[in-house]
Nanobody, 119 residues
Framework: QVQLVESGGGLVQPGGSLRLSCAAS????????MKWYRQAPGKERELVASIRWSDGNMYYADSVKGRFTISRDNAKITVYLQMNSLKPEDTAVYYC????????????WGQGTQVTVSS
């Protein structure tokens, strides 16, 4: 019913930049937050950044602070992740997550987009 579609991943050299997009569609109400996670080979899933929908409050993992920026488009229910100064350790599959609903809370995930940072 609810779908999230990610785009913007690819191959980039260290120090380069990428911009990820995630667009949500379907029957969505009472949006709580949209988030970006990533999972590298052999590692646990990691919360990279989140944005609270009510006021735009943002959170960043320590590993990406100062390099990544999360932003939103309220009208489109879309979230972006601008990634600058990319490092090889940023290589992972990046997943978009939507949390919505009241009083019950629902969670939806995108299919993931591959980001590879390599020379």
């Amino acid at each position: 019913q609810v779908q999230l579609v990610e785009s913007g991943g690819g191959l980039v050299q260290p120090g380069g930049s990428l911009r990820l997009s995630c667009a949500a569609s379907g029957t969505i109400f009472s949006i709580n937050a949209m988030k970006w996670y990533r999972q590298a080979p052999g590692k646990e899933r990691e919360l990279v950044a989140s944005i609270r929908w009510s006021d735009g409050n943002m959170y960043y993992a320590d590993s990406v602070k100062g390099r990544f920026t999360i932003s939103r488009d309220n009208a489109k229910i879309t979230v972006y992740l601008q990634m600058n100064s990319l490092k090889p350790e940023d290589t992972a599959v990046y997943y978009c997550n939507l949390v919505w609903g009241s009083p019950l809370a629902y969670s939806a995930w995108g299919q993931g987009t591959q980001v590879t940072v390599s020379s």
